[in-house]
């Protein structure tokens, strides 16, 4: 059974620029969350996608956006790039979007902005 | 507001020693659910234990062990015996059920860094 696959693993743009992350969620999940993690940080929670749409936000700006797709898979978008985006950027995947389903991440893309 | 807060920055213990990572946490909510998960230098957080603010029985797998105290807001976990493949990032987490519009989405700690020597 796979886990959660995300692509790719490591990314290296200029500021500036525009990124996309990938995600496919685990076997028999339909949700899907992202999450960004600074170095040194507890990861910080950007959205959340459910049946292909946009259900909850964090604090992050507009220049981060997402989709998903009907196979559950889905993209993070990041536009403008800026330095303080270096991050490590990790999906999630659970069996609804309820705070008792339990989160499974993916290995994350590691994502560094010059 | 909401907010997991984890005192111990790092931690280093030898092989065999026990350690307890302490987790605290706040809420308005009377439902809530916490979590613990492990970060090896991979980058992958693993999911170790979810725990429902209605059950503080403590909970035990193995060398690990969790104990979930309601009255004074926290849910330490102990590892038994560490051994050098313990060694990683440890956090908690609180995803709650009504108040911050906080429905699904988990508030991390900020870690704790545990080394085991052998």
């Known amino acids: 059974d796979a886990g959660v696959t995300q692509s790719p693993t490591h990314l290296i743009k200029t500021r500036g620029q525009q990124v996309t992350l990938r995600c496919s969620p685990k076997s028999g999940h339909d949700t899907v969350s992202w999450y960004q993690q600074a170095l040194g940080q507890g990861p910080q929670f950007i959205f959340q996608?459910?049946?292909?749409?946009?259900?909850q936000r964090g604090n992050f700006p507009d220049r981060f956006s997402g989709h998903q797709f009907p196979n559950y898979s889905s993209e993070l978008n990041v536009n403008a790039l800026l330095l303080g985006d270096s991050a490590l950027y990790l999906c999630?995947?659970?069996?609804?979007?309820?705070?008792?389903?339990?989160?499974?991440f993916g290995p994350g893309t590691r994502l560094l902005v010059l | 507001a909401q907010k997991v807060t984890q005192a111990q920055t790092e931690i280093s213990v030898v092989e065999k020693e026990d350690v307890t990572l302490d987790c605290v946490y706040e809420?308005?909510?009377?439902?809530?659910?916490l979590f613990w998960y492990k970060q090896p230098p991979s980058g992958e957080l693993v999911f170790l234990i979810r725990r429902n603010s209605f059950d503080e029985q403590n909970e035990i797998s193995g060398r690990y062990s969790w104990n979930f105290q309601k009255s004074t807001s926290s849910f330490n976990f102990t590892i038994t015996a560490s051994q050098v493949v313990d060694s990683a990032v440890y956090f908690c987490?609180?995803?709650?059920?009504?108040?911050?519009?906080?429905?699904?989405?988990?508030?991390f700690g900020k870690g704790t860094k545990l080394s085991v020597k052998p």
């Open positions: 987490a609180l995803s709650e059920a009504k108040y911050g519009g906080s429905q699904g989405n988990l508030i």
């Open positions: 809420t308005r909510d009377t439902t809530y659910y």
């Open positions: 996608y459910y049946e292909e749409e946009e259900r």
């Open positions: 999630a995947s659970s069996l609804a979007p309820a705070p008792k389903e339990t989160q499974y």
